[in-house]
């Protein structure tokens, strides 16, 4: 059958408009005709062209997952999707623990997601030369930034900005590190600053907290009870739907009185 | 019938179908060095009709096959117990690698790695081989104490010695060293301790037994422990004058 | 051991006993054949002891395959097929010279795992392992028929098979069987000739009896492969490894001949890509 | 299997010592080791020997059971061998390292002992078709130091030997059906005869010569080697090229007469030592605990 | 030469050593012989048909085994079925005795430390890359064999500024020559001018053409990507790789069409 | 998925925290796990959960089959352990972990005999049903022994089978449907349950995590039956005595809770089930149990004879029939 009536019969969906599908629910092998007018389009995350062999040029748009079409405003598509697992972009700040630490010049690091590999070079510290810089051991945990990933070798972590300073990036002592779903650390991490989670709690127990991309969040309060019992309340809310938190919260307010 | 009343008349005068008093041991004969030019360290440890014999190898580079999932500045103990197939009274044909010999042969390694020091040979293996020729009863036990001697034979340092020995508790008596005729109608409680630090580290029990008892019955295990770490010094004393008369 | 009463009581018990161990004679259950027809001086099959039974060679017989051969002595039927050079399986890793890896299928039945041991020895004497390093050389030997001596067919078909796929080999290898009755020897058995001799019982053959095989490299007169069941003398087993050895040299001839006319097909092939 | 690395200059060494008679422990070329064997090491079995050659240890028990006669011979009984490598033999042995050797030494004495008349199968029936003795022997190697194929033969016929077989005292009929019966006395039982078992000598080729009872350094040294079974009476039982070497027509010939030499020898020396042990098990006491009665074991 | 003839020695029966007549003391071969070779040279006619095992000559400083051939002791056998051939070095007055089967079929060939074997990437780390073996010389093997390229072995000149992942991607067709026999698997180096990249197919699916020696170009894209590329002396190999390459290309264009 | 490395910091907050009894799950340190137990439609399906994050699936089933020689007047008793790699990161098929879990159950249920045995014997010698129990790990976090063990004692209250008997004149099995009938429910002796704790230097954490498991150095495993007996005990590091006495004393009391939730929620699944359960009189049967020669014969006598056919006894049997007998036999 051709193109035409597959798409009638409603196996396949082809040559619809990036515009108009803003916002709706697109499923994977959807086609999006090239929109005409505008010289230039951004594909994000759950997007990709497809070049045609024999004339090289722009064939189709292809989404290749499951989620909600979205658009920034510069002719920007990607999908937000709620995933549990973790599929890194550049300068994503990530959590590790370091895995084992090589002869060579780098760690490799255990980024909590099964198919990547992962290392951080040894010099990649802020003010690290090859005769000072931190040894660490394993089990250490680091806050990182993906530099990037080549296409099949372990990503590139560094602990450095571009600007050479660390900042909040390198090894985090004390505390406890502790892993959520990845949608929720969007969350955490996308939220406005009025009702952001981590505020809240904050107000109610002053703690440091690191959150990871990779779905690895690290809180450090000021005694063990309170840090253990922070990263309960987080995980408890991954699971919890947001319109719940405030119940949560409360309880966790109480809770913590009663320990001080 | 009349058998039986006659075994428990036996009980009264606390007498044990074998002969023994509840606290008597079975004769104990254990040997260092039997193996003595191929394997590093070895011994046996009959304790009645109850044959074991032990052989330890190493310390060695680490072979390939354990060579991936270890760290290098660790030590790998690597145990394997095997039973032959003479050694229970119904003939069974190959005991390899079946559930009961893997979880003797772990618990073991649990055990020798207690008692090694494990920061001396980093990145090194040590094989301990436990041979069961013959089983009447407490061959796990036996095991135990065959593999301290093998390893105090091989001069591997170690802590302290584990001894081992069996305890129960029957017609409101307290025995230990129980053999295979006695396993049939009591309890049978592996008791294991570190010699110097009465400190338990082996606990296998077969067979039901009262919590009530639990407490006399470990006293009475740990006593036995004691005799038994007796013996197994005097064995190691004699090689050691041995040595020395070769030496001097 | 036991006092005189009771041994006695044990005898009146035991001659019944005896009696009744009597009832049944292995050879009146199972008649067995006379080896050779007194009469005329033949086999079952009607050859005299010292004959061989024919022997058909063909080698290439598998396109696609390295090396094949297909050899008939008698009804016996075996088929070869080397490939190879193989990587090594994981766990066989560590060799530096090559390993081979002897395959033996027996139709309607299987090879014991000796005999299997004995041809991939034999088969690892024969090939220079260290022309091919860390590789796996495989040898599947088909038994389609057995009619006696089949090691002996098995390593013809071996060797022929390595010829024709070119693999180094210090010598040719052939193998012939020989069976020996207390009285005198059989060359080449047949399947019934071998079941027939019974080894086991010791009143027959005090005399002895017994199945040798022997692979032998002829231009190089040496011994491959050598194994021997039963009971014999050691003088007689000299005597037996000698005409084993003669055999084993008219088998060399048939295989001789036929490589031979191998070669003046290559002679036409080249010609014709002259041409 | 248990094999040590030897350079090149050491086995020069080995094999210079070998060519001028002298090995490296000082044996002549056709010596065997000093040994010793020991009955009755695994109480709660028929029979079982011990049986140590210099370096090289075995225990052989042999455990006899009531079964039914195979269909193609209904008046003989069965010897079954299960070898086993133990690790405490040489850490190789661990897991399944050492089912190949097993396998093949299984191999070899089984052949020997069925397909030769070595022992008397008839004497294991009890009743034709129906009842027989199952033999079980069953060989754990302690200890490797090198010729464990002879030490093993020696150890089964030793075994064999003096392998305690419960007396069928005579038969009872049941429903029409004879079934045997066991005389209660533990103490009447029969030997098994081994005049005419045969013993194995292995001979590896350490450079050009035959040496009888190598070290675990000579095998290392030899591509191959002869297994050769000798009965009693100087008759070969059984010959088995091991190893990818190949021999020469008169380097065999003139190893097997070798081999019948020493063969004969060895059996003369382990058959009186059997019938000692024989003795010494008479006299010694009763056995404890008492071995399980046979006549239950009917499955 | 000298060590071949020993080890095809030791498999056989003859052990390394010789009994000397006088005081029977075993002396190794090699010494014995070191000397005193015997001096003059048979004539050898070539085409003579030969069994494997067949005696041919006598080893000594003039003839060698070649292919097909084998030395034991103090002369050459045959190893293979086929003809004889001989091949003259007069610079060294050295005679290869060789024995070639006439008709097309290939000689049995393996990976041997030396060769030139054309090879495809299958994974790359920092230290190395994984290769599956696929021809040896000119011949094809019947199964792949595994091998790597130490990120060492990639340059001759400059080794610790080579780098695997600048050198070579997953896919390539590669050449190298077996350096030597690690416990896993063959090691093979690129370090020649000759060896390296033969072909490489870009991320859009063409086969790239070399530009210059450390990158290749996509034809169409014209993305381009660091190689270390070989310069392909005219060889068999190649020319096999290039009338692959078309037919794939063809049979890749094929089912687009349809 | 969970970072298989633990971090240095979780092990320190773990270990300091333990001694001055703080626990990762902001437990006490002798507070056990919350169990949850659940009964699948199906006969002997139970599914033990132990909050958080523990989660194992056993099912019962028994087929009719030949008796081993060396027990011939009993039933066979299988046990079998997957854990779905679901539950752990990577592919665990072969690991220890399956065969520890394995053994630990079958000291507890087989070796212990927890189940009678003898009554499953239809036949002597000859048939017998054979009991197996395929315990499935679905998620772990700890405690996988205390959960399995949990799940089969449930699997095997709650497992009924159809009555099958020995035509007394005509010699032939004869399994009656599930209509005819009332179905059989196993005879266990005793109730054996497990309590695990994690041992770190002189504390003891009641039913750790996977966490705590993992960092903390030894762990103890203590099984307890209904009648307080012990049936179950294991040690992976030198412990004092009294700790030891103590551990016992704690995981009696817990489990004879636990046994007295697990009994209420059986006999509410019972009431549910609408075929009205036909109870054996308590104690031991009395086929198979002596070894008498006259057994022998018999046995000798129908070995040579063909093995005994299955018939039905309702008169017209529909097709629905027989599979709901295969169900319950083959289930």
Redesign the interface.
Known sequence: MDESDRSNIGMKRANLDLNDEVGNLVMPGDEFSIPKDSSKVILGPGLRSVIDKRSNELKTIIACKAGLLRKAKPNTFFLEMKTRSYHSFKKDDVLGIIKQKSKGEHYSIDVACRELRAQLSKNAFEGATKRYRPDLQVGDCIYGKVMDFPKDYPLELTCVQPSGKACGLGSLNGGHIFHVPVHFVRALRTASPKDNLLQKIGRIVPCETAVGANGLVWVKASNAVLTILVAQLLQTLSKANPDEYGTYLNKFNSTVRTVV | MAYRTHLDDLWEQQIRPDGRTPHELRNITCQMGIFHPQASGSASFNIGNTKVMAAVYGPHEVRSSQKKHHNPDKMIINCEYSSATFSSNERKSSTKADRKSMEISSNLRSVMEHIIIPDIFPGSQIDVYVELLQDDGGSYSACINAATLALVDAGIPIRDYAVAITATMSHSVCMVDINAQERGQCAELTIGVLAQSNEIIVLELANLLQNFYLKDVLDEGIKGCAAIYKILEEAVRQKFNKMEQSLV | MSNDSDSQMEVGQSDEFERLKGQTKSESLFPKPPLVNPKTNKRQDGRSPKDVRPIYVQTGVRDGAKGSAYVEMGTTKVLCIVSGPKDLPKKMDLSSTGIISVDVQLVGGKMSEKDVILIKECMEAVVILEKFPKCLLEIFLTIMEDGGSSIAASICAAGLALVDSGVPIYDTPVGSTLLYDGKDFYLDPSKSELDSVDLTDSEKNDSGGGIVTMGYLPTREQICLFTMEGKMDAEVLASAMDSLTNVNLKVFAVIRHHSMELMKEFKETKSKVNK | MAEVLLSEEEK?YL??GV??DIRVDGRSRLDYRSGDVEVN?????HG?VRIRLA?T?V?V?A?V?LGVPKTE????GIIKF?V?C??????DF???GGDQLA??IC??LS?TY?????I???SL?I???EFCYIV?V?I?V????GNLLDVIAMGVKACLGTCEIP?????RY??G??VPVFSK?E??FDYLDVS?APVIVTLP?V??YFVVDATLEEESCS??K?AIGV?PD????????????????R???AS??MA?KVGVDVNKVLSDRINKLKLSK?HSAKP??PK?EEG???? | MQKDSQSTQSTAEEEEYEIDPEEGVPVPKRLLYADDKLKFKPKILTGTPCMPGQRICLANEYFEAGEGAYEFGESIYASALGFLQTEEFPEQELTVVSVKRGDGKPPFTAPYVGAVVTCIVLSRTQKLCRCLITHVGSVKLDDVVKGIIRREYIHEKHRDLSEVETSFGVGDTVLARIVGISDGDFIMSTGEDSLGVATAISSAGYYMVPVGWTRMECPKTKETLPRKVAKIVQDKNVEYWHRRNMIKKESDAKPEKA | MKPKTIANCTRSLVKGGAKNGIRLGARGIHEFRTAKISFGNSVGSCEAVLLPGTRVFAQASAAIGEPSDSRPGEGAFTISVWVSPAATGEMVGSSEKPSAIARTLERMFKENRAVDLESLCIKFGELAWILRVDVHVIEMNGCLQDTAALAVLGALLTFQRPQAEIDVNTDELVVLPLAECTPVELHLFHLPAVMSFALCDEILLAEPCQEEEDILPGKLLVGINDSKELCHLHLTHPIEQELLLEATKLAQAQCLDRLNMLKGLVEEVKTQREVPIYKRPQGPRATGTVLSLSALETSSRNRSEKKPSIKYLSPLITASDINMLEELCIL
């Open positions: 020069y094999v210079l060519a001028q090491t695994v109480t709660n079995s079982s370096e240890d225990i028990a455990k059971d011979t209904p008046n003989q299960l086993d133990s690790p405490t033999a040489s850490p661990e897991g399944r396998e093949t191999r070899i052949s069925a397909k030769s008349s070595s008397n199968l008839k029936c009743v034709p078709k079980d069953d754990l302690l200890q490797c130091g007396r069928a005292s005579g038969t049941d429903l059906k004879p006395d103490f009447q005419k080729r450079g050009r591509k191959g002869l009965a100087g008759s070969i039982t059984s010959v088995d090229k091991l190893g990818k070497a190949c021999y020469q027509v380097s065999i010939a097997v007469q019948a008479l404890w605990p399980p239950m074991d009917v499955e």
